[in-house]
């Protein structure tokens, strides 16, 4: 079973910084890219930063020069990446997702979603 959790959203004033976390665990075998999504309500969820399958990072117009995607760091069946926002602005407030899409050792070819992890931007 393929878990996938994010962490380190909170809310900070317009210009601050906050990074988020986002582990999956299971046996994954290869990696199809990994993706940081922002939602915020009545609308979809839009991709801000993500990693492709060869390694590259990838970023929205919206968040090249403030985010940066990390690569990732694995720890046994435990991978994780981070997603470092600065320069916030309120407009980034919402509710950020992350997905993992690859092949698992349990599974095969799949892709996972976390729960989200709230982000508060104030002026």
């Known amino acids: 079973q393929v878990h996938v959790q994010e962490s380190g959203g909170g809310s900070v004033q317009a210009g601050g910084s906050l990074r988020l976390s986002c582990t999956a665990s299971?046996?994954?075998?290869?990696?199809?890219?990994i993706g940081w999504y922002h939602q915020v309500p009545g609308k979809q969820r839009e991709l801000v930063a993500g990693?492709?399958?060869?390694?590259?990072?990838?970023?929205?117009d919206s968040a090249k020069g403030r985010f940066t995607i990390s690569g990732i760091a694995r720890d046994n069946d435990q991978s994780t990446v981070y997603l470092q926002m600065n320069s916030l602005q309120v407009e980034d407030s919402g509710v950020y997702y992350c997905?993992?899409?690859?092949?698992w050792g349990v599974g095969g070819p799949n892709h996972y979603w976390g729960q989200g992890t709230q982000v508060n931007v104030s002026s």
């Open positions: 997905n993992w899409d690859g092949t």
């Open positions: 299971g046996s994954i075998l290869s990696i199809k890219g």
């Open positions: 990693i492709t399958g060869d390694g590259r990072p990838v970023y929205a």
